[in-house]
């Protein structure tokens, strides 16, 4: 991998271009196996720059400069202080919601700009998502208004209040901590921030998830409505519940897909070995192997299942230091891998908070869960908390992956796009401050050749075709569209991002409803732009439901497919197994005379 260049496949661009959908797909998995994404070793260091002086340099800066809690070299003195981890979510909401943090740059298809959502979601006349038009008064359409402008402004705004205001005092945090000096974070700003992200959630679902709202919403909340005490014991309980949503979310046939990819991609891991390891038999065999087992259900599952549990409970203070430290680890491990869709500031928080909450307010010094002032509040938040990731378990068609708490699971709602030859550029015409990636990628700094970016491009399909949902999409695609060979084929997340500046792979954002908006705009003929898009598997059911959708016609065909098929083939869908079967239970047809008519 050059610093500067690309680590393309060595074959020629054009030939590679050339060959059939699922032949380029066997090159291109099996050179993901050796080198990730293979962007130039540049784009990692711009992440880590960014991380290390915008997000964390960044951040304590304006802590520092903005409360009264010390110089930085007395940091050890405040670097438990309350006010500290308040303003360090704020400020991870202010980047999240800028598009500064998680879902930025290159590897999240963000090429040239880098930054996506602020310059959609101030911009009147752009795509906008509501979560329940048709339910929720005054959320109906999708064209943002400059009302929709002005409402993300204000929480920007409020975010920025929150942080350059000093904290309070807080008697409750006088009594638990004499010595603190920096007071915590007004609960008023923190109750105005918590309304604006809910209506401009209502509004526009991508600016509730593009802020992490699942992830610090309630936090939010929590600060602004619980004593010192009760607070720090319910951000605790809000950790837990996160860990071990994320660890639940790994039972089944999906995660152990996930590691090979992920390690496959970390830039700065030098071992071509040691990445083959993690597949059986590269290159005749991508599927996981049992190193691939163990470093995601014991260094993963057992990891985000135990030892939660074991920072919430610990009675000792010895037991309670090693377990945050193997969760900042854990933490460490997943930002060095970076996946594609760069979650960097998220893991460096959760590092930070699980010492800063577990080692700096430890369950033997008064902050366990029995040391909750109201007893009977306590079930409740839980319930709270455990609410979404529980119902978007069982009915993943009504939550977002997010709030679920799938975050690395590997079993999402996914999409591919596939455009016939010459559409893809009418994207070009959808008010957007960016154009299409491939035309994104000539023109950034570390430019590619038009032929590179296309195979670039390919990329991300090479990606999802080595996760479980892959080869469920690419099975009813190849069947459905005969010349897909011929055709642009396009992760679904990737475009999503060009089309409303974000996407976190959460597949519901790319459904019918970004298509329909997006006819409403382009107006395609049938057969212009044919999508296959799946759901994500339900806790307690084998098998995943599956879409077809023509943007002229809409939904065109509905079925099913068993996970477990999925798991057993190769990314390519070589035969004798071929593609995935699939249990088709609606077709849409239509006849001659152009009428549409239904069949089950």
């Known amino acids: 991998m050059g610093f500067l260049k690309p680590d393309p496949p060595q074959e020629d661009p054009r030939a590679l271009l050339a060959r059939p959908f699922l032949e380029r797909i066997r090159i291109l998995s099996a050179h993901w196996v050796e080198h990730g994404f293979g962007a130039p070793r540049a784009v990692s260091v711009i992440y880590v720059l960014k991380v290390a002086v915008l997000y964390c340099l960044g951040g304590l800066l304006v802590v520092r400069y903005t409360s009264d809690v010390g110089t930085f070299a007395d940091f050890t003195s405040w670097w438990d202080e309350p006010v500290l981890y308040q303003k360090l979510i704020l400020w991870t909401v202010l980047l999240e919601a800028l598009g500064l943090a998680g879902s930025w740059g290159p590897l999240a298809g963000h090429f040239k700009p880098m930054t996506g959502p602020v310059g959609y979601w101030l911009r009147p006349g752009t795509i906008r998502l509501p979560p329940w038009p048709g339910k929720v008064p005054f959320?109906?359409?999708?064209?943002?208004?400059?009302?929709?402008?002005?409402?993300?402004?204000?929480?920007?705004?409020?975010?920025?209040?929150?942080?350059?205001?000093?904290?309070?005092?807080?008697?409750?945090?006088?009594?638990?901590?004499?010595?603190?000096?920096?007071?915590?974070?007004?609960?008023?700003?923190?109750?105005?921030?918590?309304?604006?992200?809910?209506?401009?959630?209502?509004?526009?679902?991508?600016?509730?998830?593009?802020?992490?709202?699942?992830?610090?919403?309630?936090?939010?909340?929590?600060?602004?409505?619980?004593?010192?005490?009760?607070?720090?014991?319910?951000?605790?309980?809000?950790m837990v519940v996160v860990w071990l949503g994320a660890g639940v979310s790994k039972f089944g046939k999906h995660f152990t897909n996930v590691i090979p990819p992920m390690i496959s991609n970390a830039p700065f891991n030098p071992s071509v070995r040691l990445r083959r390891l993690h597949y059986r038999d590269f290159p005749r065999d991508l599927r996981p192997s049992s190193l691939a087992w163990v470093m995601g259900h014991v260094f993963g599952t057992t990891v985000e299942l135990g030892l939660p549990l074991v920072l919430l409970f610990s009675p000792?203070?010895?037991?309670?230091?090693?377990?945050?430290?193997?969760?900042?680890?854990?933490?460490?491990?997943?930002l060095s891998t970076f996946p594609l869709a760069v979650p960097l500031e998220w893991n460096v928080l959760f590092a930070f908070g699980a010492v800063f909450l577990f080692v700096g307010y430890p369950a033997q010094d008064g902050y366990g869960v029995l040391d909750f002032s109201q007893g009977w509040m306590l079930p409740v938040i839980v319930a709270a908390l455990a609410f979404f990731p529980v119902l978007g378990n069982f009915r993943p068609d009504l939550v977002s992956f997010l709030p679920s708490m799938r975050q690395y699971a590997g079993n999402w709602a996914s999409a591919t796009w596939a455009f016939a030859p010459g559409c893809e550029e009418r994207l070009n015409g959808v008010k957007a401050p960016a154009r299409i990636q491939v035309e994104q990628m000539q023109n950034m700094l570390m430019a590619y050749e038009k032929d590179a970016a296309a195979v670039a491009m390919q990329m991300p399909l090479a990606w999802r075709s080595m996760h479980s949902q892959g080869r469920g999409l690419f099975s009813v695609l190849v069947r459905h569209v005969p010349d897909i060979d011929h055709y642009t084929v396009r992760e679904a997340e990737f475009v999503c991002n060009q089309l409303t500046g974000w996407n976190f792979g959460d597949g519901h954002l790319h459904d019918i409803r970004l298509v329909n908006a997006l006819q409403k705009r382009v107006n395609f003929a049938p057969g212009e732009l044919t999508v296959v898009w799946a759901e994500s598997q339900a806790i307690h059911q084998d098998f995943q439901r599956y879409q077809v959708i023509d943007a002229a016609l809409g939904v065109v065909e509905r079925g099913t497919w068993k996970v477990a098929d999925c798991v057993e083939r190769q990314p390519w869908l070589p035969e004798p197994a071929g593609p995935v079967p699939v249990q088709v239970e609606w077709v849409r047809t239509v006849q001659d005379t152009g009428t549409l008519v239904t069949e089950v």
């Open 316 to 334: 000792n203070s010895t037991v309670t230091l090693l377990a945050a430290g193997a969760m900042v680890v854990f933490h460490l491990f997943i």
């Open 139 to 238: 959320t109906a359409g999708d064209e943002r208004t400059v009302g929709d402008v002005l409402l993300y402004a204000a929480l920007l705004a409020s975010l920025v209040v929150g942080l350059v205001l000093p904290g309070e005092a807080d008697g409750g945090l006088t009594a638990a901590v004499p010595g603190s000096a920096g007071g915590v974070v007004s609960p008023l700003v923190h109750g105005v921030v918590a309304v604006l992200l809910v209506l401009c959630g209502l509004r526009d679902r991508l600016i509730f998830l593009g802020s992490r709202g699942e992830q610090y919403l309630p936090a939010i909340v929590l600060s602004a409505s619980l004593g010192f005490t009760d607070m720090v014991i319910a951000w605790k309980l809000l």
